[in-house]
């Protein structure tokens, strides 16, 4: 079956920019609650605004003043209301992932396994099922779990080879960008294949990263990092709901 963006992620998307949430990282209620702050100072400054037209302006001043304070608060009710919706649909797509996540214990991705969250002290056979996991979400020859060094480092805990045809090289250059950019990335190797690397995050604590490494000559798709990012918070929510 085809992978295909969901309504639910492009309407999310889609108040992320009218509300003036970049899309390229994660959304937290924290960011949320950020935007919702600056929103309110700019419906305060419109109140004062109006206050000073009335009682100290006069003629074309009070009226440009009061038109002003009028704009100022008429944009700061609309954009409240987009971060209403758009937290209503991060709930939406906060419990589908949950859903997701009892699908993937269902499956037997991960049932059975009890190291659990932490993932630098018990990686056993969860890091191999997570890796093998992401290859049934994305084309791969190639899936590893990464996990993150106190020092930036990004060894390789897992590995999933599902060609026989020869090795696929370990480039851990896309890994890194994600732990320096704190978002997913689609990189190309040297020799022509299609990079992907996802951060498994609970809360803004990256635990470990996700990379699928594409046959030669392909390239991954934004759906494709949007599925794996999917499986990224799915298998997190499952590693927590079997502690």
């Known amino acids: 079956m085809p992978a295909t963006i969901t309504t639910l992620e492009r309407e999310i998307a889609l108040e992320e920019r009218r509300v003036g949430i970049p899309t390229d990282q994660p959304l937290t209620d924290r960011a949320i609650a950020r935007r919702r702050l600056q929103i309110a100072v ?6 004062f605004v109006a206050l000073f037209a009335v009682f100290l302006a006069t003629g074309i001043v009070r009226v440009g003043a009061i038109a002003l304070a009028v704009a100022f608060g008429v944009y700061a009710v609309e954009k409240d209301r987009h971060l ?3 937290a209503l649909l991060r709930g939406d797509s906060m419990r589908i992932t949950l859903v997701v996540a009892n699908e993937l214990m269902f499956s037997g991705v991960l049932a059975g396994d009890r190291e659990l969250l ?6 056993g056979r969860a890091a191999g099922r997570l890796a093998a996991g992401l290859a049934d979400v994305v084309r791969a020859d ?3 779990l990464r996990l993150l060094g106190p020092s930036g480092e990004v060894p390789v805990a897992a590995e999933r080879e599902l060609t026989a045809r020869r090795s696929v090289p370990d480039d851990a250059t ?3 960008a994600v732990v320096r950019s704190n978002k997913s990335v689609r990189q190309v190797t040297l020799d022509g294949r299609g990079v992907l690397v ?3 995050r609970r809360g803004d604590e990256v635990l470990a990263l996700l990379e699928a490494v594409a046959p030669c000559g ?3 798709r934004p759906v494709d990092v949007v599925q794996a990012d999917a499986y990224a ?3 997190v929510a499952a590693l927590a709901a079997h502690g």
């Not at 932490?118 to 990686?123: Q, T």
Request: net charge positive.
């Open 42 to 47: 700019v419906l305060g400054a419109s109140g």
């Open 218 to 220: 392909d390239r991954y």
């Open 233 to 235: 918070r799915g298998a």
């Open 84 to 86: 209403r919706r758009l």
């Open 198 to 200: 996802v951060a498994m």
């Open 174 to 176: 896309a890994a890194h």
């Open 142 to 144: 190639c899936t590893r």
């Open 118 to 123: 932490d993932l630098r002290d018990g990686i």
